[in-house]
């Protein structure tokens, strides 16, 4: 049905709809709404992380049929030894029957290379709260407009098909970052192995995921009303995991048939044939079925758990810039927007936690306090430089700040 | 291995049609998947509707949504029908159709316009609004937010002006005036078969230039069409508000169908036929075409307004002046 017709056009079809006397007409509003989306767009953003090597860059291009990685100049051993891990975006817009998706892979070359691998997932980590800061920024701003959603909503990590299951960095890694994005573990260039070799190593990769508690990216439960096959493929799904992918952009030609795969002298493996390997099967989850609900889950979960560090480490550190003024008697310090939200020492979380006490203590100077803190924060609003983000995002923290104080206050009283 | 060829093609080359398709990646998908989303979690609608008593404002809610959704006020005497003060009712269904669920809130206003002193009666109606609005920002800058914040802003004041076939009364240009700023108005002209067509050409043109000449942007609003094609929709709409209604929940038998009308001695009125009202045109626009228009608007345009208002009056408040409350943002 034309949702948007005009509306003298809608005369024909509306005569046989009233027929059905009980038809009020908003079951057009999935497609109204629709609408909006497909003028707007989509946008999706996949980080892919792994040591060289191990086919990243075809899986994405196989995935998106792109070729985005066409000037890339791969490094010789000697420049990879002191190389850090860099972070790049490439961004490709694809449109298909009328849907146009901006998608942005994040890769992380320089990942594992060096000798001493030690926190080299550090970089990683601090640009995915980058862009949560940028977009939490974005949302506490007066003009929200046209906000840009740069937020990494999927995380492909790629196991090497060559160790005995996890290895330390995979562990590390994957542990660092399952609270910030959505992990979904990848069993790279699976046509080193056979389909048994296949078997055992991701029974041993789900056993050690659990072991060490790493939370990959759950696959949404079914509904109770969703028909038999719908259900079975979930099944499948979640039995897939990791999944055992080859990639390939070459289109190769055997006994007639074109397919796109890789040829050895022993046979070819075909890309896109289930029973050779979970390709299909990772593409349609990404794309096909889940794209939506990795978007939410990026969006409900990890960006919302930020948001709630980020507005307490804030809250806190206006607490402490209040006591240190209050005993010093310093006034117009800048105010403290943190750089790295999620990283606290323990002196500092110590401090807090004293003047916590200290705040804590005499009840009936509580209010009193509660007053001091506003003027105190404007004090320090006059010295800020980005004063229209801050000074919202300023808002938001004292509000906080308030909910926060009768929150201990009350759970004291309790 | 004669019989194989190694070909780099980029896949959207192919030449040939082959049996798998090569180019085809699958983001389309993700419209269904936004349906499967938006059919699961079903959709918010709040109404208000604002007029004298006795305009047909809830008949007309039934006859919109063909269900008992607005409940006729009591008959009663003069002082028990006629409240002292406007009240602010408001009532809440859940209805579906073909899968799709929908809340449905009905905002009534009994007792606007029905004091013999009517001056500030629009103020509780806007404080109201801006509670709403209130409410939804509060949540939103919680720390804990929920994962969908319900809505209970109003999308969209159904605004009812009687047929006296003249002009606008100094009371509805006011009330316009004042609410246009903060909510979606769709005016319509209630009672519409006291006019004959002449005259309701003549009121609605009436109508249409005092809007203009009292600066009043009723929904479509003219500076919130998004591109070309959107304009030439809204422009047609733009052209026939106010929508001249009748509204009705009996039905007549007529021409051997059932009809929503009313039956009088020269004539039955057929609420759904376009040559008698214009209620269908109120109900494709309200329902079936620009539902979600309506509330993109109030909460991308309207609402971010009183936030960032709001946000303003805090960083005022906080430098030192005085009151903790802000008013509720007149004009």
């Given at each position: 049905m034309a949702a948007h017709s005009t509306v003298s056009r809608d005369c024909e079809v509306r005569l046989t709809e009233d027929q059905d006397k009980e038809y009020v007409g908003f079951a057009t509003l999935p497609n109204q709404v629709h609408r909006k989306s497909v003028k707007k767009g989509f946008d999706f953003t996949l980080m892919v992380a792994g040591e060289s090597g191990l086919g990243k860059s075809t899986l994405v291009n196989s995935l998106f049929l792109t070729d985005l990685y066409k000037d890339r100049k791969l490094l010789n051993a000697e420049e990879r030894i002191t190389q850090t891990v860099e972070i790049t975006k490439h961004t490709v817009d694809i449109e298909e029957k009328g849907v146009k998706l901006k998608l942005t892979i994040v890769d992380t070359p320089g990942f594992g290379d060096a000798v001493n691998n030690t926190e080299c997932w550090k970089s990683v980590a601090d640009y995915i709260d980058q862009q949560f800061e940028q977009y939490f920024r974005d949302e506490s701003g007066l003009n929200r407009k046209n906000i840009q959603d740069n937020r990494v909503h999927c995380c492909l990590y790629f196991i090497s098909p060559f160790g005995h299951g996890l290895r330390p960095l995979d562990v590390e890694f994957m542990k660092a970052l399952h609270e910030k994005v959505n992990i979904v573990p990848v069993l790279a260039k699976a046509d080193t192995l056979t389909p048994l070799e296949v078997k055992k190593k991701k029974i041993k990769i789900r056993e050690e995921i659990e072991q060490y508690g790493i939370k990959i990216y759950q696959f949404p439960d079914c509904d109770s009303d969703e028909d038999e096959e719908f259900k079975q493929q979930d099944q499948e799904l979640k039995d897939s995991i990791p999944f055992a992918v080859i990639g390939s952009n070459t289109v190769v030609e055997a006994k007639g048939k074109r397919v796109r795969g890789r040829l050895y002298p022993w046979g070819i493996v075909e890309v896109e044939n289930p029973a050779h390997c979970d390709f299909v099967k990772l593409r349609n989850m990404l794309v096909r079925t889940h794209m939506q609900d990795l978007k939410d889950v990026t969006r409900e979960t990890h960006y919302e758990n930020y948001r709630a560090h980020c507005i307490q480490s804030m809250t806190r550190m206006v607490v402490k810039e209040r006591n240190r003024n209050k005993l010093t008697r310093e006034s117009g310090t800048d105010f403290p927007i943190p750089t790295a939200p999620g990283v606290s020492d323990s002196e500092t979380e110590k401090l807090i936690r004293e003047k916590d006490e200290e705040v804590r203590q005499p009840p009936h100077t509580q209010t009193q306090e509660q007053e001091c803190v506003t003027q105190e924060c404007v004090d320090q609003e006059c010295v800020m430089h980005d004063e229209c983000v801050q000074e919202s995002v300023q808002e938001e923290c004292v509000m906080q700040e308030e909910s926060v104080q009768e929150a201990e206050h009350c759970a004291e009283l309790c | 291995?004669?019989?194989?060829?190694?070909?780099?093609?980029?896949?959207?080359?192919?030449?040939?049609?082959?049996?798998?398709?090569?180019?085809?990646?699958?983001?389309?998908?993700?419209?269904?998947?936004?349906?499967?989303?938006?059919?699961?979690?079903?959709?918010?609608?709040?109404?208000?509707?604002?007029?004298?008593?006795?305009?047909?404002?809830?008949?007309?809610?039934?006859?919109?949504?063909?269900?008992?959704?607005?409940?006729?006020?009591?008959?009663?005497?003069?002082?028990?029908?006629?409240?002292?003060?406007?009240?602010?009712?408001?009532?809440?269904?859940?209805?579906?159709?073909?899968?799709?669920?929908?809340?449905?809130?009905?905002?009534?206003?009994?007792?606007?316009?029905?004091?013999?002193?009517?001056?500030?009666?629009?103020?509780?109606?806007?404080?109201?609004?801006?509670?709403?609005?209130?409410?939804?920002?509060?949540?939103?800058?919680?720390?804990?937010?929920?994962?969908?914040?319900?809505?209970?802003?109003?999308?969209?004041?159904?605004?009812?002006?009687?047929?006296?076939?003249?002009?606008?009364?100094?009371?509805?240009?006011?009330?316009?005036?004042?609410?246009?700023?903060?909510?979606?108005?769709?005016?319509?002209?209630?009672?519409?078969?006291?006019?004959?067509?002449?005259?309701?050409?003549?009121?609605?043109?009436?109508?249409?230039?005092?809007?203009?000449?009292?600066?009043?942007?009723?929904?479509?609003?003219?500076?919130?069409?998004?591109?070309?094609?959107?304009?030439?929709?809204?422009?047609?709409?733009?052209?026939?508000?106010?929508?001249?209604?009748?509204?009705?929940?009996?039905?007549?038998?007529?021409?051997?169908?059932?009809?929503?009308?009313?039956?009088?001695?020269?004539?039955?009125?057929?609420?759904?036929?376009?040559?008698?009202?214009?209620?269908?045109?109120?109900?494709?626009?309200?329902?079936?075409?620009?539902?979600?228009?309506?509330?993109?608007?109030?909460?991308?345009?309207?609402?971010?307004?009183?936030?960032?208002?709001?946000?303003?009056?805090?960083?005022?408040?906080?430098n030192g002046l005085a009151d903790h409350h802000p008013a509720s943002h007149e004009i």
């Open positions: - | 291995m004669a019989d194989s060829v190694i070909s780099e093609i980029p896949p959207t080359m192919c030449l040939e049609k082959p049996s798998i398709d090569f180019s085809y990646v699958g983001i389309d998908a993700i419209l269904e998947q936004m349906r499967r989303k938006a059919m699961k979690q079903g959709f918010e609608l709040n109404i208000m509707v604002v007029g004298q008593s006795g305009l047909g404002k809830s008949t007309l809610m039934n006859t919109l949504f063909k269900s008992k959704v607005s409940r006729k006020s009591f008959m009663g005497t003069a002082e028990e029908k006629i409240p002292k003060t406007i009240e602010i009712k408001s009532v809440s269904h859940d209805i579906e159709e073909k899968g799709v669920r929908m809340k449905l809130t009905v905002i009534d206003t009994p007792g606007f316009g029905d004091q013999i002193n009517n001056e500030n009666c629009w103020q509780p109606i806007m404080k109201f609004i801006n509670d709403q609005y209130e409410q939804y920002l509060q949540e939103e800058i919680n720390i804990d937010r929920k994962k969908r914040i319900p809505d209970s802003r109003v999308h969209c004041c159904i605004y009812f002006i009687p047929p006296t076939g003249h002009c606008l009364r100094p009371l509805d240009v006011e009330f316009m005036r004042r609410l246009s700023k903060v909510v979606n108005i769709v005016p319509v002209i209630a009672k519409a078969d006291t006019l004959t067509l002449e005259e309701r050409d003549f009121f609605k043109k009436k109508i249409r230039e005092e809007l203009r000449a009292n600066g009043i942007d009723v929904y479509p609003q003219k500076e919130f069409d998004e591109d070309a094609e959107d304009r030439m929709i809204n422009e047609k709409i733009r052209e026939m508000i106010p929508f001249a209604v009748v509204g009705s929940d009996q039905e007549y038998q007529v021409n051997g169908r059932r009809l929503l009308g009313r039956k009088t001695k020269w004539g039955t009125i057929e609420v759904e036929n376009i040559a008698h009202c214009e209620f269908a045109y109120l109900r494709d626009l309200l329902i079936r075409t620009h539902m979600q228009n309506i509330k993109d608007i109030t909460s991308s345009i309207h609402y971010e307004m009183y936030r960032v208002c709001r946000l303003n009056e805090n960083n005022t408040q906080a």
